[in-house]
């Protein structure tokens, strides 16, 4: 056990603690992670060019960085470890400001002890096990990292690092804390708050469903669109995450409203292939578009057109007698978009900048128009 110098505070029945950890705590107990995917395309490594410039070993330093899908971190933001170190540096330099004025923000898993000192209910001294990992940062990462790759390039910061404190929320409540912090004040990356939302903000199934449906269609190695998809609002993918699963959320409620129980409950068993045949079914129907650059279809306009169509499309494949859920009966269901609309529809330069004057959303809105008159 560490023990450091503390002061309990209670707000609506919740207790917190106000502490200062060392530098040396942290890199004792603290675990920095980000949410990630397994199996999924890898970053692109960082240019060697900036690599040289970097103040920080991002070798050693990404060795002590998680990633797993019970994490709830962002994406670290090299540039942002970059400045933070030149700033501690400064900071250190100087004497004459603090480098680390404001608290982070850290949970445990692994409940705390307090011993109130003689007349004291709220001041005391806190006993944390001395474990690594066993804290999380849920405000403040990059700032501890930076902290920490300045001990790892072996500079000694000897200062105090004020800290508030969690020991007894939920794995729920954490998150739900987490975006309230980063949605209004840093702009927490709407893509980042879909992945936290379907799976551990609140039970919705309708938006867990959308979001596996999207990470199939950006890892799945046979999609069309693998890797061209920014999970977490980060990579090299063109389309955003957030948008599509608005779209596919809205496609699972107007199920919902219009179709049986039945209907709905094979959808949702059924949602992966689906989506998953029909871009494949897409990408054939509209081949130079989809491998072409000079071509928009691959952008979150047409992507949402197209889901926002895709009621219209299992409705035809039925009218077909086929298996709306089948590539080859999607295939002959959007043969007509092939014969009608055409790959020049999408060109970059052509009709797609001529329709693109009332915005994206008003191309969303005609491009979808055009896809269901297509199929009557």
């Known amino acids: ?218 890892e799945d190695d046979t999609s069309p669109l693998h890797g061209e998809i920014k999970m977490l609002g980060t990579g090299r993918g063109r389309v955003s995450q957030a948008p599509l699963a608005e779209e596919i959320v809205d496609f699972f409620e107007t199920v919902e409203k219009v179709g049986s129980g039945g209907k709905l409950q094979e959808l949702r068993g059924g949602a992966k292939r689906f989506f998953l045949n029909y871009i494949k079914a897409l990408s054939t129907t509209f081949p130079a578009a989809w491998a072409g650059r000079k071509y928009s279809i691959k952008t979150g306009a047409a992507l949402r057109a197209f889901i926002r169509a895709a009621p219209d499309v299992m409705a035809r494949a039925r009218e077909l007698r086929r298996d709306p859920f089948d590539l080859n009966a999607i295939r002959e269901a959007i043969k007509p978009w092939g014969e009608r609309l055409r790959d020049r529809r999408f060109e970059t330069e052509g009709e797609w900048k001529l329709k693109l004057a009332g915005g994206t959303r008003g191309t969303v809105e005609v491009l979808t128009r055009e896809l269901r008159d297509a199929l009557r």
């Open 1 to 218: 056990m560490i023990t450091v110098p503390t002061r309990r505070v209670k707000q609506f029945g919740v207790e917190f603690y106000q502490a200062g950890l060392s530098a040396k705590d942290i890199d004792r107990l603290v675990k920095f992670e980000v949410l990630g995917y397994s199996g999924g395309p890898k970053n692109e490594p960082a240019k060697k060019t900036r690599m040289n410039r970097s103040r920080v070993n991002w070798d050693s330093l990404e060795k002590r960085i998680g990633e797993s899908e019970a994490a709830y971190q962002r994406p670290v933001i090299r540039r942002k470890i970059d400045e933070l170190v030149a700033y501690y540096r400064e900071c250190k330099d100087a004497a004459t400001l603090p480098a680390i004025p404001g608290a982070v923000i850290i949970t445990s898993e692994k409940r705390f002890t307090f011993t109130p000192v003689a007349g004291q209910h709220d001041l005391g001294l806190l006993q944390i096990p001395e474990e690594h990992g066993v804290l999380r940062v849920l405000d403040g990462q990059h700032r501890l990292l930076a902290l920490h790759a300045l001990s790892q390039a072996g500079e000694n910061m000897t200062i105090e690092v004020p800290a508030v404190l969690f020991d007894s929320l939920d794995a729920r409540q954490i998150v739900e804390l987490f975006v309230t912090i980063n949605a209004k004040h840093t702009r927490l990356n709407p893509s980042h708050i879909i992945s936290l939302a379907g799976r551990k903000l609140y039970p919705d199934a309708n938006q867990a469903l959308a979001h596996d449906v999207i990470r199939s269609l950006n």
